[in-house]
T-cell receptor, first 115, second 114 residues
Framework: DAGVIQSPRHEVTEMGQEVTLRCKPISGHNSLFWYRQTMMRGLELLIYFNNNVPIDDSGMPEDRFSAKMPNASFSTLKIQPSEPRDSAVYFC?????????????FGPGTRLLVL | AQSVTQLDSQVPVFEEAPVELRCNYSSSVSVYLFWYVQYPNQGLQLLLKYLSGSTLVKGINGFEAEFNKSQTSFHLRKPSVHISDTAEYFCAVALYNQGGKLIFGQGTELSVKP
């Protein structure tokens, strides 16, 4: 079975450019999460969706970050304009049902480097 | 505020030795507890989780963890490690009243040496 799919796997861009990260959750899963992993801050939740609706975006660092989920099989995380401090590994995860007891299945991540 | 503390950032052990990775949490509300493993250049994978019931939870790859409510701990153990267990291990909590939001510890890097 296909797991969570993320693209691209690696992205190198210059400061000021727009970056779009993509995620395809596991088919049939109804919740989707975006996380960021850095050495300084560890793993932190940016935003999550239930049934394509954003539920909690309190972790989104600032207005330069936006996320959408136009349908059950696709989500994007956009950074515009990008800055060097956005360099991190961005993970997408999905779970079958909404709820704190649910297992989250993680994608392989997108490694972003902003020069 | 809720937080998760993993007491050891790095744990080196020899193959076939036992290991314990320590995790403490702080929360004013009930939580669910998780351990995830991250192999190099991969995403996270669930090892085990505690939701309710028996405080000793068994997971994949021979790992187990014990929930101790009075000490607010959820330590991960394995009686005999293999080289293939070399990875980073994350303890996480989910608050029962905050949807699926996971709060992660800083991670423990387990290095198994031959």
């Amino acid at each position: 079975d296909a797991g969570v799919i993320q693209s691209p796997r690696h992205e190198v861009t210059e400061m000021g450019q727009e970056v779009t990260l993509r995620c395809k959750p596991i088919s049939g899963h109804n919740s989707l999460f975006w996380y960021r992993q850095t050495m300084m801050r560890g793993l932190e939740l940016l935003i999550y969706f239930n049934n394509n609706v954003p539920i909690d975006d309190s972790g989104m660092p600032e207005d330069r970050f936006s996320a959408k989920m136009p349908n059950a099989s696709f989500s994007t995380l956009k950074i515009q304009p990008s800055e060097p401090r956005d360099s991190a590994v961005y993970f997408c995860a999905s779970s079958f049902r909404p709820g704190p007891q649910e297992t989250q299945y993680f994608g392989p991540g997108t490694r972003l480097l902003v020069l | 505020a809720q937080s998760v503390t993993q007491l050891d950032s790095q744990v080196p052990v020899f193959e076939e030795a036992p290991v314990e990775l320590r995790c403490n949490y702080s929360s004013s509300v009930s939580v669910y507890l998780f351990w995830y493993v991250q192999y190099p250049n991969q995403g996270l994978q669930l090892l085990l989780k505690y939701l309710s019931g028996s405080t000793l939870v068994k997971g994949i790859n021979g790992f187990e963890a014990e929930f101790n409510k009075s000490q607010t701990s959820f330590h991960l153990r394995k009686p005999s490690v293999h080289i293939s267990d070399t990875a980073e291990y994350f303890c996480a909590v989910a608050l029962y009243n905050q949807g699926g939001k996971l709060i992660f510890g800083q991670g423990t890097e387990l290095s198994v040496k031959p």
